[in-house]
């Protein structure tokens, strides 16, 4: 698999961040673990947050969703395995983008609580305070909600389960946005609350990797 040409970063409150795309004897392990987010949906477009609502994409997320599976195939990526969320919209963005995706409910999204279908902007007004999810958490509502370390908590069962077949190629993980960030500090072995200094875009993709025997982040958001 091939994401461009190699360079390193530097390090990210304490971790090591990785670019490359160089063939894989540049990375210790040959293989990679490639989030994929679902394409746009209404309320993610209108910057709604959309845990376990069962949204649909829109007209444009399922072009985005078409053009993340060329993107996939121009680098080469021929994934050993794909895990997909059970939610319509990162299930429809995995056979749009030519995946054929075994379900996996731990990688759904955030349940958010009483802050399903609500803005960040929202929030703030009724809170009074700078909230963000990944510090300050949810309340329950029509849902329990999740703290932040059951998410990470979900993460790590599944990077148990893809663990086995990374020693053989590449994995895809097509799931949500917020998931996918606190995913990625799960696989760095660091705090999930970092996963505040990461955004991913709908459709996009993030590679995780190793340099050496340290995980790190590949590409990320491309």
Not at 44 to 49: E, F
Not at 159 to 181: F, K, N
């Amino acid at each position: 698999m091939s994401f461009g040409v190699a360079l390193l970063v530097g390090v990210v409150n304490g971790v090591l961040v990785v670019n490359t795309g160089l063939p894989s004897f540049l990375v210790t392990l040959a293989t990679f673990l490639v989030l994929l987010r679902h394409g746009e949906t209404e309320w993610s477009r209108d910057g709604l947050h959309t845990g376990l609502t069962d949204l649909p994409l829109t007209d444009h997320g399922r072009a985005q969703a078409a053009e993340a599976g060329e993107r996939l195939r121009a680098h080469g990526v021929e994934p050993a395995l794909v895990l997909c969320s059970d939610l319509r919209r990162a299930a429809d963005t995995a056979k749009l983008a030519g995946l054929r995706a075994q379900t996996d409910v731990d990688l759904r999204e955030w349940d958010y609580g009483g802050y399903e279908g609500r803005s960040t902007a929202e929030i703030r007004e009724e809170t009074g305070t700078a909230w963000d999810v990944f510090r300050d958490g949810v309340v329950p509502g029509p849902t329990p909600g999740e703290t932040v370390e059951e998410v990470a908590a979900r993460a790590s069962r599944v990077l148990r389960r893809v663990t086995p077949t990374l020693a053989d190629g590449d994995v895809v993980l097509v799931g949500h946005g917020h998931t996918s960030r606190v995913l990625a500090t799960v696989w760095l072995r660091t705090t999930p609350r970092l996963a505040a200094g990461l955004t991913l875009d709908a459709a996009h993709l993030a590679v995780l990797g190793h340099h050496r025997e340290d995980p790190c982040i590949i590409s990320w958001n491309c």
